[in-house]
């Protein structure tokens, strides 16, 4: 309990000492659509992976009776990357892990999601985590297919490219020879995803696209549907918005979590790592729009936050002092790339890369800014 604390207030530290509590970006969306939802009339609304923004609706309405919605928003995600952490040291002990809340706080900054939640609270990724950590945590407890299903079906509203999660989840079952397990998770995703989907209907909000419907926004240019077959290994390793460059925790737990699933040689694990896999392959369909834009690293595999966390946590299992200095490491040139991209630079555009952004300024001038936009928020 003592771990959880600290490290909880630890990343409540960040949050407050840099924290984003406006609505920016691909967030105004699903901010707009969470005021149509309940009877406001933005300009513009419709419906597009809004999950997220049905898990911020209490918030909001708390927030809209003080009001504070666009910060209400901010805390809304504060409170998803705390759920997740806490699923995910769940995961840790029922796979027999060492690290703990720690080590699930490692994982957050060494990943896209600490970027998501701090510096764009708006977008959906701390939610789509959380969804996506919570299906991990059913499949590798051997949950009632239902639930599985249900979180498949809240899974795909949040993010379309989680369909990708539910041949895994059949192959699962399939495997075990559960023929049951396979209709009843499958009605169970079919329900919930109709029932969710019907909502904007019932509401009388259209569904769209960012870029296609919003002529505030400026047009977004090749938003058809086309190939690109080597979108997943752009996400991966290139400089422009390569996972393992700019957030290279996320290697380390690739690599842990296949030592991971050798060793145990669960069948939850290999359907958890297909999923995974899956989910990559699917943005060979999103064309040049695989990197999302103007981003930090590769935002559209923030979701696989139990994978790196469940992976690190093997590399602790075998080596811990070097596995946490190794951590330690990459935690720190994530966090440097993220205030030398959030903060800016001379030239920053849509095209800045990983070499780009690092050696925008260097690791002190980073830290020196840092602090003088501590300073000027409490004083």
Not at 63 to 90: D, M, P, S
Request: proline fraction near 5%.
């Amino acid at each position: 309990m003592t771990a959880a604390a600290t490290a909880a207030a630890a990343y409540a530290a960040l949050v407050a000492a840099v924290g984003v509590f406006q609505v920016t970006g691909d967030g105004i969306v699903y901010y707009r659509f969470l005021q149509r939802l309940f009877g406001e009339h933005p300009p513009h609304p419709f419906a597009y992976q809004f999950g997220n923004a049905l898990w911020n609706a209490p918030f909001w309405l708390v927030g809209r009776e003080l009001g504070e919605t666009q910060a209400a928003i901010a805390v809304a995600t504060h409170a998803a990357v705390l759920v997740t952490c806490a699923l995910g040291v769940l995961l840790l002990r029922r796979l027999e892990l060492p690290g703990g809340a720690w080590l699930a706080l490692a994982a957050v900054l060494g990943s896209p999601l600490w970027y998501y939640a701090v510096f764009a609270p708006a977008y959906s990724h701390a939610v789509d985590a959380l969804v996506v950590t919570a299906l991990v945590v059913a499949i590798v407890t051997r949950s009632r297919p239902a639930f599985v299903g249900a979180l498949l079906g809240a899974a795909l509203v949040t993010r379309y490219s989680n369909a990708a999660w539910a041949p895994a989840v059949a192959a699962l079952y399939l495997y075990r020879r559960e023929w049951r397990a396979v209709a009843e998770a499958a009605g169970a995703a079919a329900v919930t995803a109709a029932i969710l989907f019907a909502i904007p209907v019932l509401r009388g909000i259209e569904y769209g696209n960012p870029g296609e419907n919003d002529p505030t926004e400026p047009p977004r240019e090749h938003l058809d549907a086309e190939l690109d077959l080597l979108a997943p290994a752009k996400m991966l390793v290139s400089e422009h918005r390569g996972l393992f460059l700019w957030t290279p925790l996320t290697l380390l737990g690739v690599v842990g979590f296949v030592l991971l699933a050798r060793r145990l040689r669960r069948p939850e694990l290999a359907a958890v790592g297909g999923g995974a896999l899956l989910v990559l392959l699917a943005h060979v369909a999103w064309g040049r729009w695989w990197d999302g834009g103007f981003s930090y690293s590769a935002r559209f595999l923030t979701s696989l936050f139990p994978l790196y966390l469940l992976g690190l946590g093997e590399f602790v299992r075998r080596a811990a002092v070097a596995a946490w200095l190794a951590a330690a490491a990459c935690v720190g040139w994530s966090l440097f790339l993220g205030v030398n991209h959030h903060y800016g630079f001379e030239g920053v555009n849509r095209s800045s890369g990983v070499v780009d952004v690092a050696t925008a300024r260097s690791p002190v001038d980073a830290l020196r800014l840092v602090g003088a936009r501590v300073r000027d928020r409490f004083t």
